[in-house]
């Protein structure tokens, strides 16, 4: 059986740094992307980062740019999100998720294993 499961989630001061963590399980996700979403309390859920199978190219969503990092380790079947001068606005459920391919994409349709998700808050 799959399981995706988050965590590193917290209660942080704007300014600072958060690592999510991803681990998967149940057979191997080296030849999957795989992909970073949050959604806020009353907000629909929104792409954040994604990173191919290998590791080679990742992609952010623009508020996030410069200051958050994906990376992965395929030898631990886990994916990472390093969350640098965080700000209340990336207050949010953190989920990870598996996508259905080695390339990544922005859409939530395209990850077809999903994590329960990990409280993010950044108090100002």
């Known amino acids: 059986q799959v399981q995706v499961v988050e965590s590193g989630g917290g209660l942080v001061q704007a300014g600072g740094s958060l690592r999510l963590s991803c681990a998967a399980s149940?057979?191997?996700?080296?030849?999957?992307?795989m992909g970073w979403f949050r959604q806020a309390p009353g907000k629909e859920r929104e792409f954040v980062a994604a990173?191919?199978?290998?590791?080679?190219?990742?992609y952010y969503v623009g508020s996030v740019k410069g200051r958050f990092t994906i990376s992965r380790d395929n030898n631990k079947n886990a994916v990472y999100l390093q969350m640098n001068s965080l700000k209340p606005e990336d207050t949010a459920v953190y989920y990870c998720?598996?996508?259905?391919?080695?390339?990544?994409?922005?859409?939530?349709?395209?990850?077809?294993?999903w994590g329960q998700g990990t409280q993010v808050t950044v108090s100002s």
């Open positions: 998720a598996v996508h259905t391919t080695f390339t990544a994409t922005f859409y939530p349709d395209d990850y077809n294993y």
């Open positions: 990173i191919n199978w290998s590791g080679s190219d990742t």
């Open positions: 149940g057979r191997s996700f080296n030849r999957n992307a």
